[in-house]
């Protein structure tokens, strides 16, 4: 069984412009997580995604922001990109809210890079 | 304010050595604890832990919940230099995750 998919692998952008990152969820997973690790901090929690709807959101600006697709996959987008965007941008996906306990599954993620 | 803070920030021991990793919260609403080994980029699940005093076992590593106390321990025997990487504990709410900012685990040959 596939596990979670991130692409891309890496990502170079410079300052202002707009980064796309998209997750593919394990199959039968409704629930897409994105956070963010920079270096030497732990995972920071970005937003959540469930059943093609953002039920919840971290401390980030709006210009972190992103959508669920029909088939679960998801795309997180960072606009008007600034250094210290610079990170790990891990996905993970769940059962979500359509199971009992739940148990999120991470992505290799995508390393962004702003120059 | 949920918040999860794991200890030691970082360690190191040689092969052969066990090592007891912590794990403390204090979030409202808990439904879970969960540990994660990450080595390069993907966190790995471990365990999930959702009742006091049952241990949980896979191989040389186990943990324990203590719900009375808020914590959580990791216990690494016989460690391996396979075992160096970044232990994450995250506790769960609800399908809200939060995360501690993991203990750096180092393995010497």
């Known amino acids: 069984e596939a596990g979670v998919t991130q692409s891309p692998t890496h990502l170079i952008k410079t300052r202002g412009q707009q980064a796309t990152l998209r997750c593919s969820p394990i199959s039968g997973h409704t629930s897409v997580y994105w956070y963010q690790q920079a270096l030497g901090l732990g995972l920071q929690f970005l937003l959540w995604?469930?059943?093609?709807?953002?039920?919840n959101r971290g401390n980030f600006p709006p210009r972190f922001s992103g959508r669920q697709f029909p088939n679960y996959s998801s795309e997180l987008n960072v606009n008007a990109l600034e250094l210290e965007d610079s990170a790990l941008y891990l996905c993970a996906s769940s059962l979500g809210t359509s199971g009992g306990y739940d148990t999120q599954y991470f992505g290799p993620g995508t390393r962004l890079t702003v120059l | 304010e949920d918040k999860v803070v794991q200890s030691p920030l970082s360690l190191v021991v040689h092969e052969g050595d066990t090592v007891t990793l912590n794990c403390s919260y204090e979030?409202?609403?808990?439904?879970?604890l969960l540990w994660y080994k990450q080595e390069k980029k993907a966190p790995t699940f471990l365990f999930m832990l959702?009742?006091?005093?049952i241990e949980k076992k896979s191989g040389r590593l186990s943990s324990i919940l203590d719900k009375k106390e808020l914590s959580s321990i990791l216990n690494i025997t016989a460690t391996q230099t396979g075992d160096s990487a970044i232990y994450l504990c995250a506790v769960e709410k609800t399908y809200k995750y939060i995360f501690g900012t993991g203990t750096r685990l180092k393995v010497l040959a």
């Open positions: 959702t009742s006091s005093g």
């Open positions: 995604y469930d059943e093609g709807e953002e039920r």
């Open positions: 979030v409202t609403n808990f439904r879970s």
